[in-house]
Each structure stands twice: as structure tokens, then as C-alpha cells.
């Protein structure tokens, strides 16, 4: 099954963001994304493409100013508009928005012309300081244009427990992270927060810590050190908050982007729940242990319960589904 996946996935990603505007041959390929080469910096990537550093960071999603050979960057394009090309088409062919193309080019209206020329802006990310706030849908785009130089074996799965369902409001999603942030910092002692994604009710997602930084937490330095973790907002030990839908279509979402971005095949060595992991001793002890010894965390609700069992029964096999249903459909 992995090898498959691996094999699919090679090949798509190797064309998945050559993207082909409309009324476009496949020998011209114009494309809108730059790969980022040793020596590159923000401000020669900006003034190469006449935009400022700070729109550079918005729109790819940047949390620092540090860049890595490979990630791939959304950068505006000069556009020259094809027999039968339409906004929608052009924003959707280069990660842009209808609007934000009218505006940047002056247009009353949607109605184009063939050798037009537009400057087409790639669309803004929704930011707080390091936060990244995104819809699942966003954040494929975001996660396979970022390039991860460490090691990735383990995907964390853990539920806030508090804050819970009552304390989402629906619009409060960087209060919240902001909220966890400081707890971690300042009541922990950490050097940040300590997951790098956060999943919510109404089914957004957020990168917090960069995935090139370890986690931190309570799981413990093994499942850290080679690990992403994945933090679900909400109380879901039995008998408190029901998972939205939303929220469960994003958590198999995210978690199948991951397996296959980092090669992943999902079982209890690739994907963890933090109730496996001894509190104490922090090695991994998964269902072998006596409860006082391990938090119920990701919740004893979570997609059928925490134990091995449930996750084999219930999680992965969703997770593996959506894999193929991503790959199939690339």
C-alpha cells in the first residue's frame, strides 16, 4: 500500500503546481510558483516580483523570514489573456481571486479581451503573527508547497480538552490560539506553543509552530523528536463535546495530506494518540499501562475511543480512503 502511494504521489507532485492557464498549450506552461534556490532571500525574491516583503510572507504563509531550497512560492504574474479565458478561470489557473484581480488591473467589469494583459496577484493568507489560519482546502496548497527539512515519522493526535466546544465562538480562532500560546509559554514553560497544528469546530485549520520545529509537550522527547502534532480543539472524552462534522472531515483530511506528503502509511507506529504514551516515563506503552499512568487524550470519544484497537477500526482505515481519493483525483 505505501509503495503505491509513494509511487502515485511521485509523479503527481512532480506536476501538481505547473499550472496551465486556460487557452494555454502544454509546451508554454507559464506558471506563477518560483522554487526557492540556496542563496535566495525575501528581498530579492520581492523586488524580483515588484511586491513587498511583507505581501510575500501574507500570501505564502511565511512565519519567519528564513527560506529553504525547494519550498515553492506563489508570486504575481503578468498574464496574457487567450480567446475564451474568463476571471474565474485565470484566478483559479494562478491561486488568485476575481476581485482582487479587478482591482489590481482597474477592470468595471468581468468582461476580457484576447491580448489583454493582467497582472495577476496570488491571493492572501489569513495571518496573526505566526498563526496561519486556513481551510482544509488551503492548507493542501500551503502543506505541499512547504519544504520540511527534518524528519517526519509521526503524526500526534491530541484534544485540548480546555479549551472546549463552549469556549469556540465561531470567530475566535487566533484568541484561542493566542490563549494556548500564552498558557504554554507562561504556565509551562515552553519555548512556544507547543503544537504545530490546530483543528476547530467549524473545520479551519492553523499552523502555529513551524513544522520544521519539534513539537513540545507532554507526550515526551520520542514522540517529539520526529514528530508533527496535531492538536483538536474540544473536550472529547465520552459524554462531552460531539465532533462536528466539519471538524472530522478535516482531521482525516489533514491527517491523509501528511501520511502522503511525508510518505506515511497509516498504523501506530505512523499515527499516535497521546494516550499511548506513558506520563511519566514517556515511552510508549499504548494499551499495556493502568489509566492513571496516561492522559485519555486525543479523547476516550475520539472516532470510536483511544485505544489501539479503536484507531484501527475506525481512524485509519478513513485516513487510507482519503488518501486514494486524493491521489485518484490529482
Known amino acids: 500500500m505505501r509503495e503505491k502511494f509513494l509511487l502515485i504521489f511521485g509523479i503527481i507532485f512532480s506536476l501538481f503546481f505547473l499550472t496551465i492557464p486556460p487557452g494555454h498549450t502544454a509546451e508554454i506552461r507559464p506558471s506563477n510558483i518560483y522554487v526557492v534556490r540556496a542563496?535566495?532571500?525575501?528581498?530579492?525574491?520581492?523586488?524580483?516580483?515588484?511586491i513587498s516583503i511583507e505581501e510575500l510572507k501574507v500570501t505564502n504563509g511565511l512565519q519567519s523570514d528564513v527560506l529553504i531550497a525547494g519550498q515553492k512560492l506563489w508570486v504575481p504574474i503578468m498574464y496574457e489573456v487567450r480567446s475564451g479565458d474568463t476571471l474565474v478561470d485565470i484566478s483559479s489557473a494562478f491561486h488568485a481571486s476575481v476581485e482582487t484581480i479587478k482591482v489590481v488591473n482597474g477592470l468595471s467589469s468581468e468582461q476580457l479581451y484576447a491580448g489583454q494583459i493582467l497582472k495577476v496577484t496570488p491571493k492572501k493568507m489569513t495571518m496573526q503573527g505566526?498563526?496561519?489560519?486556513?481551510?482544509?482546502?488551503?492548507?493542501?496548497?500551503?502543506?505541499?508547497?512547504?519544504?520540511?527539512?527534518?524528519d517526519i515519522r509521526l503524526i500526534q493526535q491530541h484534544h485540548t480538552w480546555l479549551p472546549s466546544y463552549k469556549h469556540f465562538t465561531g470567530s475566535n480562532h487566533f484568541q484561542m490560539l493566542m490563549g494556548m500560546e500564552n498558557h504554554h509559554k507562561k504556565t509551562m514553560g515552553w519555548k512556544n506553543i507547543a503544537q504545530?497544528?490546530?483543528t476547530f469546530p467549524d473545520g479551519k485549520v492553523a499552523v502555529s509552530r513551524p513544522?520544521?520545529?519539534?513539537?513540545?509537550?507532554?507526550?515526551?522527547?520520542?514522540?517529539?523528536s520526529v514528530g508533527i502534532a496535531i492538536e483538536h480543539v474540544g473536550n472529547f472524552d465520552s459524554g462531552h463535546d460531539v465532533m462536528t462534522k466539519e471538524q472530522q472531515e478535516t482531521i482525516i483530511y489533514i491527517n491523509a495530506l501528511l501520511c502522503i506528503k511525508f510518505g506515511l502509511t497509516p498504523s501506530i507506529d505512523s499515527i499516535t494518540y497521546h494516550h499511548w504514551w506513558h506520563m511519566k516515563t514517556k515511552e510508549r506503552v499504548l494499551d499495556a499501562?493502568?489509566?492513571?499512568?496516561?492522559?485519555?487524550?486525543?479523547?476516550?470519544?475520539?472516532?470510536?475511543?483511544?485505544?489501539?484497537?479503536?484507531?484501527?477500526?475506525?481512524?485509519?482505515?478513513?485516513?487510507?480512503?482519503?488518501?486514494?481519493?486524493?491521489?485518484?483525483?490529482?
Request: glycine share 8%.
Open 39 to 50: 542563496g535566495d532571500s525575501l528581498p530579492a525574491i520581492a523586488d524580483k516580483y515588484n
Open 130 to 150: 505566526q498563526h496561519i489560519l486556513m481551510t482544509k482546502e488551503e492548507f493542501k496548497e500551503w502543506l505541499f508547497n512547504t519544504h520540511v527539512n527534518r
Open 196 to 198: 504545530n497544528i490546530t
Open 289 to 330: 499501562t493502568a489509566s492513571y499512568n496516561v492522559k485519555s487524550c486525543p479523547g476516550t470519544g475520539f472516532f470510536g475511543g483511544n485505544s489501539t484497537t479503536s484507531a484501527k477500526t475506525h481512524f485509519y482505515p478513513l485516513i487510507t480512503d482519503k488518501m486514494e481519493e486524493i491521489l485518484e483525483t490529482e
Open 211 to 224: 513544522l520544521n520545529i519539534i513539537p513540545e509537550g507532554t507526550i515526551g522527547p520520542k514522540a517529539n
